[in-house]
Each structure stands twice: as structure tokens, then as C-alpha cells.
T-cell receptor
Framework: AQSVTQLGSHVSVSEGALVLLRCNYS??????LFWYVQYPNQGLQLLLK??????LVKGINGFEAEFKKSETSFHLTKPSAHMSDAAEYFC????????????FGAGTRLFVKA | DSGVTQTPKHLITATGQRVTLRCSPR?????VYWYQQSLDQGLQFLIQ???????AKGNILERFSAQQFPDLHSELNLSSLELGDSALYFC?????FGTGELFFGEGSRLTVL
């Protein structure tokens, strides 16, 4: 069975500081891994995805994530936070076992202080 | 704009009532997914349809049902509503040969009073 654990329901950083949002997964088959972002009153949108190509994945808005199989992790980073990055971020795992069933983590709300 | 359309955006109803939420997927997408988002449960997978057939089932209550029609739009029916059913209901779609990437609608916010 698949599962996703996001460490920290809330993360607060100063503008210009490093953003690090943690995600660990479990999957019985090679997974596809995703980070989605949700802005207030909106649906989720894809930030980036890992699909077994390069382990370092670059996404939109300067975000990137590194797939580490040995640590079963897929942490999201951004070198310099911007006020507009304030949102909720979801890590997700999908495996193609009878349909692409995607399981989401509980989410991490990112606050950016001026 | 993800290309996924959900209606209605907001819905207020009373306990015991029945509602229907509608979703039109992105053009060409055959898969439709329904998720429930609430403060205490997070984002919960309910059910997936692929080209009209149920493909995967998650934590969907027996009071809830869904279907996908020949034109690929989907409906989620919620009956005998309880206060705890108040939540945001998202529909998402994905392409047939994609890598599981989901495209989400803006959601239907259901309030049960």
C-alpha cells in the first residue's frame, strides 16, 4: 500500500530564506511522485513530478525536489522564498496498479514573513 | 486554468438532503477522480472512473455514489447528508497515457447545516 508523510503541518520562513518542505513515501512498486500547490480558494496545481528519470526534478516558480530512494524521500526546496510562495503544499504518490491511484500527504502550509 | 470545470462552486443544504456535484474533465482526458478535502481529514481519495468504468475506490461512504457518462463528464451524488459531509469536493482528470499527473478543478464547497 502507498502512503505519504509530510513532516510539519506548518512551516514559516522569512522572505529570501531557503524553503524546505519534507516528504517521505512508501510504495510497493516504483512510484511516481508529485508536489502540488494550493492557493487559497483554488484547486491544486502541479509544481513538479518525478517519473524515474533524473532524480533532481525542477518545477515551476523556482522549486525543485530530489528523489532519494534509499531514504524514501522527496523533499521540496526553493533557494529563496517569495511572498507569493505562501500556500499549502501537498506531496503525492501514484502507482500504476489498476489505475493511477494518487494518495496525498496531509499538506504543509508555508508562511512567508516579510 | 486547468481545463477541469466543476459546478456548483458553492452549495448550502440541510442535513438529510441529497446533492449532485458535476465535473467536466479536460478535453481528451478519459480518467476522472473525486477527492474530498476537509480540515480534519485532509485530501481524501474517493473514487476514480476511466472511460465510464469505475477503476479505483477509496474512502467513499455508501451514502455517496458517482458515475461517468458517455460524454466523459462525471457526477458525484451525496445523499442523507450529515454535518460532517461539509467539505470541499474536488474533481481531477488525467490523460490516458500520462504519468499520473492530475489536473484539478476549483472545487465545489458543500456546507451542510
Amino acid at each position: 500500500a502507498q502512503s505519504v508523510t509530510q513532516l510539519g503541518s506548518h512551516v514559516s520562513v522569512s522572505e529570501g530564506a531557503l524553503v524546505l518542505l519534507r516528504c517521505n513515501y512508501s510504495s510497493s512498486v516504483p512510484p511516481y511522485l508529485f508536489w502540488y500547490v494550493q492557493y487559497p480558494n483554488q484547486g491544486l496545481q502541479l509544481l513538479l513530478k518525478y517519473t524515474s528519470a533524473a532524480t533532481l526534478v525542477k518545477g515551476i516558480n523556482g522549486f525543485e525536489a530530489e528523489f532519494k530512494k534509499s531514504e524514501t524521500s522527496f523533499h521540496l526546496t526553493k533557494p529563496s522564498a517569495h511572498m507569493s510562495d505562501a500556500a499549502e503544499y501537498f506531496c503525492a504518490v501514484t502507482s500504476n496498479t489498476g489505475g493511477f491511484k494518487t494518495i496525498f500527504g496531509a499538506g504543509t502550509r508555508l508562511f512567508v514573513k516579510a | 486554468d486547468s481545463g477541469v470545470t466543476q459546478t456548483p462552486k458553492h452549495l448550502i443544504t440541510a442535513t438529510g438532503q441529497r446533492v449532485t456535484l458535476r465535473c467536466s474533465p479536460r478535453s481528451g482526458d478519459l480518467s476522472v477522480y473525486w477527492y474530498q478535502q476537509s480540515l480534519d481529514q485532509g485530501l481524501q481519495f474517493l473514487i476514480q472512473y476511466y472511460n465510464g468504468e469505475e477503476r479505483a475506490k477509496g474512502n467513499i461512504l455508501e451514502r455517496f455514489s458517482a458515475q461517468q457518462f458517455p460524454d466523459l463528464h462525471s457526477e458525484l451524488n451525496l445523499s442523507s447528508l450529515e454535518l460532517g459531509d461539509s467539505a470541499l469536493y474536488f474533481c481531477a482528470s488525467s490523460g490516458s497515457f500520462g504519468t499520473g499527473e492530475l489536473f484539478f478543478g476549483e472545487g465545489s464547497r458543500l456546507t451542510v447545516l
